[in-house]
């Protein structure tokens, strides 16, 4: 069986730091592991659109922002599609016919879904079109016959509900769609980095992020507001690692060798760890050594971005070219899809059969 990695994000804002160690770097990782035979990468236009219906502008221009990130980061339009999700139509036709196989309580019971309209503060109006983005994610993973899906730990949920329709597709109709794996990163402090204010997630709407593309000095200021213990006043307080938002980012950002880079006087983070908890070690330190490691991370993505940014023309090309391969794997799929269903009616004039 063909490896075949699918995944995207919604076009509702440049990409931040939580996207890329929660999803953006392992798939730049799988990528370059070479072991994959097909990688499709969506920017989920038509899903942004689900609740952003009278905002199309808005997502019209972070279709491009995306795509920058995505260049941004290392994936390689030699090895990987990028493609716009609503540039393949196959997948609202196939959207179509999953939603027969899905009832309306088990949209409802979809943690994700759920905690969404409450954050949207939907509850009674709820677009239609919201309600069932799960139903179209699963078209988008099967329609690429998708066997690996990257994403961070809030997708999990839809992956489910995703092998759910896969599952009764298949005992309804035969052996037709491809049973996915979700992929989390592997290191735990990836799976959900939370804002620069401490709060659970990094997110737009909350204003608590930093982005790929932001410059320096906006890093630094972002990095040394942030929040960390609460109850450590003093430097020679005791102070508390588990839940404190700077280490939770050095999990998650920091390699060995940037000790000797930028703080030798440690020689790993369990060592600055037990400093801080042991007491005499203050945040701004701390904070100092976090925002040289976020630079250190962040300089090669946003030279990349640069580059890129210059040639848009050459962007638009990569997107173009790769939603055409995009929507003819897709056909390729509806046709078994069709097949399988038997609504292949044309095909060896079948209806007359
Ligand atoms: N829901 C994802 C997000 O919010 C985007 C997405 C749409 C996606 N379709 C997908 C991710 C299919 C993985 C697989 O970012």
Same mark, same amino acid.
């Given at each position: 069986m063909k490896k075949i990695i699918l995944t995207g994000d919604r076009p509702t804002g440049r990409l931040h730091v939580g996207h890329y160690v929660g999803s953006l770097k392992e798939r730049v990782k799988l990528q370059n =592991?070479?072991?994959?035979d097909e990688i499709y990468i969506m920017i989920a236009d038509a899903q942004a659109l689900t609740d952003n219906a009278e905002h199309p502008e808005k997502v019209r221009q972070n279709i491009m922002q995306v795509a920058l990130d995505y260049l941004a980061v290392g994936l390689d339009p030699e090895k990987s599609i990028l493609f716009i999700? =609503?540039?393949?139509?196959q997948l609202t036709e196939l959207t179509f016919y999953y939603m027969n196989l899905v009832t309306v309580s088990r949209v409802q019971r979809n943690p994700t879904v759920k905690a969404e309209i409450q954050m949207r503060g939907f &509850?009674? =109006?709820?677009?239609v079109g919201f309600f069932c983005y799960p139903i179209s994610q699963a078209a988008d993973i099967t329609a690429f016959h998708a066997t690996v899906v990257p994403v961070g730990e809030d997708q999990m949920p839809m992956l489910e509900q995703c092998k759910e329709i896969v599952h009764k597709f298949n005992s309804v109709y035969g052996e037709t769609l491809t049973d996915p794996q979700i992929k989390l990163p592997?290191?735990? =402090?990836? @799976?959900r980095l939370p804002g620069i204010d401490g709060k659970a997630k990094m997110s737009k709407s909350l204003g608590n992020c930093i982005y790929l593309s932001e410059e320096p000095e906006e890093i630094r200021k972002k990095v040394m507001s942030m929040f960390t213990d *609460?109850?450590? @006043?003093?430097? &020679?307080d005791p102070g508390q690692v588990e839940g404190n938002p700077v280490f939770i980012y050095l999990d998650a950002f920091c390699r060995p060798e940037y000790f000797a880079e930028f @703080? *030798? &006087?440690? &020689?790993n983070l369990d060592q600055l760890k037990d400093h801080y908890r042991r007491g005499g070690l203050g945040d701004v330190k701390v904070k100092k050594f976090l925002n040289n490691v976020i630079q250190a991370e962040l300089a090669p993505i946003r030279e990349r971005r640069k580059y890129w940014e210059q040639r848009l023309p050459e962007v638009y090309e990569i997107l173009r070219e790769g939603s055409r391969k995009a929507e003819q794997k897709a056909a390729q799929t509806l046709r078994e899809v069709r097949h399988a269903m038997r609504i292949d009616y044309f095909e060896d004039n079948n209806l007359l059969k």
């Open positions: =592991s070479n072991e994959y999700q =609503s540039m393949v139509p &509850e009674t =109006s709820i677009p592997d290191n735990a =402090s990836c @799976l *609460p109850n450590h @006043l003093r430097v &020679e @703080l *030798p &006087e440690y &020689e």
